[in-house]
């Protein structure tokens, strides 16, 4: 049992081995930090990233969370259908403020709950509504504005790996996003980023697609702090399943680093020049 928080990175060959996130990082920015967790339904980023969260407040990095679905589909019971909204709201705000999320950093999109799909990229709105931001809707409307009001320097999300539909969707227009709020376009959603913030996965419910890069440890004080927040979601029948899955996996939780490879045709010329076997049909 951890009596302190430890973090693990591995980089290429390196184990880094630190009690803070900033001692085992490569591009720490010091006060210029800030982490963004983008979560498709309202307690991703708590199952996901809890323990990482609660670190990072205690390291003096601001902490915001998007919420990107209304949890309209999350009823388990007829009596709640039609308040099932409201109600996952008001779960949401206590679950992360109990975290130590200020409530001013919880951002609720409002996107209809299982049906992102028919909200990818970016349209003029036909009036106003909650996902109308500067005359548009659209997830890379929202998440390009928000990505330039927060100005994230790392950002968490989970995997593409998830078989939630609603998961994947997220992934690919917040990734997208985060290059446009980087450049020029749309200017009305404010000024650009200076540079694109890190990405990291989280694993929710599926596994990474490729093995993670970090190991957060913490003592179990702040695993149950995590466990209580979860159970903020009350509405949710199934909640204590999760609750008790969360328990058996411990006070650990796993990030994997995602990089972007910008495609450079010089990179292959050489794969085509070297061969022990040469035939020239010229």
């Known amino acids: 049992m951890a009596d302190k928080a430890e973090f693990v990175r591995l980089v290429g060959t390196e184990r880094r081995v630190g009690p803070t996130l900033e001692s085992v990082s490569r591009h720490w920015q010091g006060k210029e930090e800030c982490a963004l967790f983008v979560s498709p339904h309202d307690d991703d980023a708590v199952l996901g990233g809890g323990l990482l969260m609660r670190l990072l407040e205690e390291e003096n990095v601001p902490v915001y969370i998007i919420i990107t679905t209304d949890g309209r589909m999350g009823y388990c019971s007829k009596e ?41 990229g970016r349209k003029k709105a036909e009036g106003e509504g909650p996902t109308t931001i500067g005359g548009y809707t659209g997830l890379q409307n929202s998440f390009t504005y928000w990505l330039r009001k927060i100005n994230p320097t790392q950002c968490f999300l989970p ?62 004080s702040i695993l149950e702090e995590k466990l209580a927040g979860i159970g903020k979601f ?22 994997r680093a995602v990089g972007f490879d910008l495609y450079v045709p010089s990179n292959y010329y050489h794969r085509f020049e070297h061969r022990e076997r040469i035939v020239d049909v010229n």
């Open 234 to 255: 009350v509405s949710q029948k199934q909640i204590a399943s999760l609750i008790e899955n969360v328990r058996k996996g411990g006070a650990q939780e796993y990030i």
């Open 80 to 120: 709640e259908q039609d308040e099932i909204v409201e109600i996952r709201k008001k779960e949401t705000f206590d679950c992360y403020q109990a975290l130590g999320v200020p409530k001013e950093n919880i951002i609720w999109l409002g996107f209809p709950d299982c049906n992102l799909n028919a909200h990818k």
């Open 159 to 220: 995997t593409d790996n998830d078989l939630h539909p609603d998961h994947r969707v997220v992934y690919e227009e917040f990734m997208i996003s985060m290059f446009h709020a980087a450049g020029d376009i749309w200017p009305e959603l404010g000024p650009a980023l200076p540079k694109v913030p890190y990405v990291h996965e989280m694993a929710v419910y599926c596994d990474f697609p490729e093995p993670p890069t970090l190991r957060i440890t913490t003592p179990e």
